[in-house]
């Protein structure tokens, strides 16, 4: 049981825009620690996609953002991709457990 | 080129032990936190535990404490993880990250099978 919360799912047309939920808790999400976001591509190590809850590293397209408000945060894609179908992994660390902690991960497909 | 490579891994018997490591090159190997992370088959991530650049400080995940010890070699730009008195459930592809949160970038993973 993961302490982030992410949907198993999304899934959208070419073009359209989703959104991946992350949602923690005080002691995780809502702290000052940093959120981030991993894409992993079937059958590849994950990469990091969005870092400090906000910023993409470089060659990341404009197209993934990130955001976070109190115990949630999101990643949102833009003008869907077929290369963009993964599996996205929130990340942050937990003061409680004093771990770094993953979300369950989320599957993107595009339809 | 930042370039991480993983060796090491393979099949060992529950209660036995493994020694995984990571290659690095491409970049100040000495100035980065390290870290390990797994992913079981078919399941999400786990972070395992980390080292600071000059060694002095190691974290860990609970569920490995007293069982895993991560070391570096700044001379030799080489990351280890041993791993002691191994699990099924320790059975997972290992990933060695470069950072502390904000991993990145990644390995290709070595995978490390607990089975008799």
């Known amino acids: 049981q993961s302490v982030l919360t992410q949907p198993p799912s999304v899934s959208g047309a070419p073009g359209q825009r989703v959104t991946i939920s992350c949602t923690g808790s005080?002691?995780?999400?809502?702290?000052?620690?940093?959120l981030n976001w991993y894409q992993q591509l079937p059958g590849t190590a994950p990469k990091l996609l969005i870092y400090?809850?906000?910023n993409r590293p470089s060659g990341v397209p404009d197209r993934f953002s990130g955001s976070k408000s109190g115990t949630s945060a999101s990643l949102a894609i833009t003008g869907l991709q077929a290369e963009d179908e993964a599996d996205y992994y929130c990340?942050?660390?937990?003061?409680?457990?004093?771990?770094?902690?993953f979300g369950a991960g989320t599957k993107v497909t595009v339809l | 080129e930042v370039q991480l490579v993983e060796s090491g891994g393979g099949l060992v018997q529950p209660g036995g032990s493994l020694r995984v490591s990571c290659a690095v090159s491409?970049?100040?190997?000495?100035?980065?936190?390290m870290s390990w992370v797994r992913q079981a088959p078919g399941k999400g991530l786990e972070w395992v535990g980390n080292i600071k650049q000059d060694g002095s400080e190691k974290n860990y995940v609970d569920s490995v404490k007293g069982r895993f010890t991560i070391s570096r070699d700044n001379a030799k730009n080489s990351l280890h993880l041993q791993m002691n008195s191994l699990r099924a459930e320790d059975t997972a592809v290992y990933y060695c990250?470069?950072?502390?949160?904000?991993?990145?970038?990644w390995g290709q993973g070595t995978l490390v099978t607990v089975s008799s």
């Open positions: 400090g809850n906000t």
């Open positions: 990250a470069r950072g502390r949160g904000g991993f990145g970038p």
């Open positions: 005080s002691s995780n999400v809502g702290t000052d620690h940093d």
């Open positions: 990340q942050s660390y937990d003061t409680s457990l004093s771990a770094y902690v």
């Open positions: 491409g970049f100040t190997f000495s100035s980065y936190w």
